[in-house]
Protein backbone atom coordinates (compact mmCIF):
# COMPACT_ATOMS: atom_id res chain seq x y z
CA UNK A 1 0.00 0.00 0.00
CA UNK A 2 3.00 2.60 0.87
CA UNK A 3 4.54 1.62 -2.84
CA UNK A 4 0.85 2.89 -3.96
CA UNK A 5 1.39 5.81 -1.82
CA UNK A 6 4.80 7.26 -2.77
CA UNK A 7 3.78 6.85 -6.63
CA UNK A 8 0.79 8.96 -6.26
CA UNK A 9 2.23 12.73 -6.15
CA UNK A 10 -0.95 14.19 -5.09
CA UNK A 11 -1.23 11.85 -2.13
CA UNK A 12 2.55 12.43 -1.17
CA UNK A 13 2.32 16.33 -1.87
CA UNK A 14 -0.68 16.21 0.56
CA UNK A 15 1.32 13.93 3.29
CA UNK A 16 4.03 16.72 3.38
CA UNK A 17 2.54 19.22 3.72
CA UNK A 18 -0.05 17.81 6.36
CA UNK A 19 3.34 17.18 8.10
CA UNK A 20 4.97 20.29 8.37
CA UNK A 21 1.66 21.79 9.71
CA UNK A 22 1.29 21.68 12.89
CA UNK A 23 -2.33 22.85 13.16
CA UNK A 24 -3.64 21.41 10.50
CA UNK A 25 -4.72 22.22 6.56
CA UNK A 26 -8.33 23.58 5.71
CA UNK A 27 -10.07 22.56 2.67
CA UNK A 28 -8.93 25.16 0.39
CA UNK A 29 -4.97 25.19 1.70
CA UNK A 30 -5.01 21.88 0.98
CA UNK A 31 -6.51 22.35 -2.44
CA UNK A 32 -3.77 25.19 -3.38
CA UNK A 33 -1.25 22.78 -2.10
CA UNK A 34 -1.81 19.99 -4.38
CA UNK A 35 -2.00 22.89 -6.70
CA UNK A 36 -4.27 21.36 -9.58
CA UNK A 37 -7.34 23.72 -9.28
CA UNK A 38 -9.62 20.52 -8.78
CA UNK A 39 -12.04 20.05 -5.81
CA UNK A 40 -12.62 16.71 -6.75
CA UNK A 41 -9.00 15.42 -7.13
CA UNK A 42 -8.96 17.17 -3.49
CA UNK A 43 -11.43 14.91 -2.50
CA UNK A 44 -10.33 12.39 -3.80
CA UNK A 45 -7.10 12.67 -1.83
CA UNK A 46 -8.69 13.14 1.58
CA UNK A 47 -11.23 9.80 0.90
CA UNK A 48 -8.15 8.20 0.30
CA UNK A 49 -5.99 8.92 3.56
CA UNK A 50 -9.09 9.63 5.58
CA UNK A 51 -10.17 5.90 4.97
CA UNK A 52 -6.19 4.60 5.48
CA UNK A 53 -6.66 6.12 8.64
CA UNK A 54 -4.22 8.08 8.42
CA UNK A 55 -6.04 11.62 8.22
CA UNK A 56 -8.61 12.98 10.91
CA UNK A 57 -10.77 15.70 10.22
CA UNK A 58 -11.37 18.18 13.15
CA UNK A 59 -14.31 20.93 13.09
CA UNK A 60 -13.84 24.19 14.74
CA UNK A 61 -17.08 24.80 16.66
CA UNK A 62 -16.64 28.39 16.63
CA UNK A 63 -16.28 29.41 13.23
CA UNK A 64 -13.13 29.00 12.31
CA UNK A 65 -12.56 26.68 9.10
CA UNK A 66 -12.22 22.68 9.66
CA UNK A 67 -9.05 21.00 9.53
CA UNK A 68 -7.55 17.85 8.43
CA UNK A 69 -5.05 16.71 10.36
CA UNK A 70 -2.53 13.63 10.23
CA UNK A 71 -3.27 10.70 12.83
CA UNK A 72 -0.07 8.76 14.72
CA UNK A 73 -0.49 6.32 12.15
CA UNK A 74 -0.26 9.05 9.42
CA UNK A 75 2.74 10.35 11.10
CA UNK A 76 4.51 7.26 10.98
CA UNK A 77 3.94 6.44 7.39
CA UNK A 78 4.95 10.25 6.17
CA UNK A 79 8.36 9.52 8.64
CA UNK A 80 8.85 6.13 6.40
CA UNK A 81 7.86 7.56 2.77
CA UNK A 82 9.90 10.89 3.23
CA UNK A 83 12.74 9.39 4.93
CA UNK A 84 11.98 13.22 7.05
CA UNK A 85 11.58 13.06 10.86
CA UNK A 86 8.31 14.84 11.36
CA UNK A 87 8.33 17.75 13.98
CA UNK A 88 6.75 15.83 17.45
CA UNK A 89 3.60 16.79 19.10
CA UNK A 90 4.08 18.29 22.01
CA UNK A 91 3.24 16.60 24.96
CA UNK A 92 3.34 16.44 28.59
CA UNK A 93 6.08 13.81 30.44
CA UNK A 94 5.17 12.63 34.12
CA UNK A 95 7.89 13.36 36.46
CA UNK A 96 10.91 11.55 36.28
CA UNK A 97 11.43 9.53 39.96
CA UNK A 98 14.87 10.86 41.70
CA UNK A 99 17.95 8.72 40.86
CA UNK A 100 19.41 8.37 43.68
CA UNK A 101 20.85 5.12 44.55
CA UNK A 102 18.26 3.61 47.61
CA UNK A 103 20.38 2.81 50.94
CA UNK A 104 21.12 -0.59 51.85
CA UNK A 105 19.02 -1.35 55.00
CA UNK A 106 21.33 -2.33 57.68
CA UNK A 107 19.92 -5.11 59.83
CA UNK A 108 19.27 -4.14 63.45
CA UNK A 109 22.06 -5.18 66.10
CA UNK A 110 21.16 -8.49 67.56
CA UNK A 111 19.11 -7.95 70.85
CA UNK A 112 20.94 -9.65 73.63
CA UNK A 113 18.98 -11.68 75.66
CA UNK A 114 18.06 -11.06 79.12
CA UNK A 115 20.30 -13.26 81.10
CA UNK A 116 18.61 -15.94 83.77
CA UNK A 117 19.95 -14.92 87.49
CA UNK A 118 21.18 -18.25 88.79
CA UNK A 119 18.87 -19.49 91.70
CA UNK A 120 19.47 -18.85 95.18
CA UNK A 121 19.84 -21.71 97.54
Do not use: C
Not at 7 to 25: F, I, Q, R, T, V
Amino acid sequence: MMDRISESEHLMAALKALAKSKDGLSNSELDDVLSDNSNWMTLWVIRQLTSLGFVDYKVDFFGGPARYKLTDLGTDVSQKLTAQAVPPKPTTQPAQPSQAAPKAATPPPPASQPQAKPAQP
